[in-house]
T-cell receptor
Framework: DAKTTQPPSMDCAEGRAANLPCNHS???????VYWYRQIHSQGPQYIIH?????ETNEMASLIITEDRKSSTLILPHATLRDTAVYYC????????????WGAGTKLIIKP | DAGVIQSPRHEVTEMGQEVTLRCKPI?????LFWYRQTMMRGLELLIY????????DSGMPEDRFSAKMPNASFSTLKIQPSEPRDSAVYFC?????????????FGEGSWLTVV
């Protein structure tokens, strides 16, 4: 089973920051949080990952709470092309660190 | 740099026929994964290889499914005989290792329809 909880859907206005939450209350100290997204009819696309510290790359920022029980993916200036299903995944030791996929959050960017 | 390359992108076949899906991982990656995605079950790991050797095939649904990796740059997933319930999108992915800090990159998928 996926070890994360995400809202099933969210809306965001084009040009605004999209903030996608994820709860992972059972995360252990050496388990990474990964974010992928899947745009319709395409393969899952890697976005970002982190362990303890906040991370930023050209696509997004990842904010992890100090207790590591939750995180937020931030798309700073959402465009229509960011409409996709976003998956938050914790790679847990008991699954041999494999990607265990939940249902994700369907993010719809509105003009 | 080329990503994970899969073929065919789309396949429609009749029940009972053999289906072969192909994958070329990212050069230098030593882990290769096969996933299946359906509306009912979402994304599921079928099997993965390390240095061309199958490590875990517990996700393979039944004996009709088989996967091989004859060399570091090629893998196949075969279904024989195919059934309508095998209709799904099959993704291949690769990574430098299976450690938690190493990213897994996906191909664009092979859309299989069995009629």
């Amino acid at each position: 089973d996926a070890k994360t909880t995400q809202p099933p859907s969210m809306d965001c206005a084009e040009g605004r920051a999209a903030n996608l939450p994820c709860n992972h209350s059972t995360i252990s100290g050496n388990e990474y949080v990964y974010w992928y997204r899947q745009i319709h009819s395409q393969g899952p696309q890697y976005i970002i990952h982190g362990l303890k510290n906040n991370e930023t790359n050209e696509m997004a920022s990842l904010i992890i709470t100090e207790d590591r029980k939750s995180s937020t993916l931030i798309l700073p200036h959402a465009t229509l092309r960011d409409t996709a299903v976003y998956y938050c995944i914790v790679r847990v030791r008991e699954s041999n660190y494999q990607l265990i996929w939940g249902a994700g959050t369907k993010l719809i960017i509105k003009p | 740099d080329a990503g994970v390359i899969q073929s065919p992108r789309h396949e429609v076949t009749e029940m009972g026929q053999e289906v072969t899906l192909r994958c070329k991982p990212i050069s230098g990656h030593d882990y290769l994964f096969w996933y299946r995605q359906t509306m009912m079950r979402g994304l599921e790991l079928l099997i993965y290889f390390n240095n061309n050797v199958p490590i875990d095939d517990s996700g393979m649904p039944e004996d009709r499914f088989s996967a091989k990796m004859p060399n570091a740059s090629f893998s196949t997933l075969k279904i024989q005989p195919s059934e309508p319930r095998d209709s799904a999108v099959y993704f291949c992915a690769s990574s430098l290792s299976d450690r938690a800090g190493n990213t897994i990159y996906f191909g664009e998928g092979s859309w299989l329809t069995v009629v």
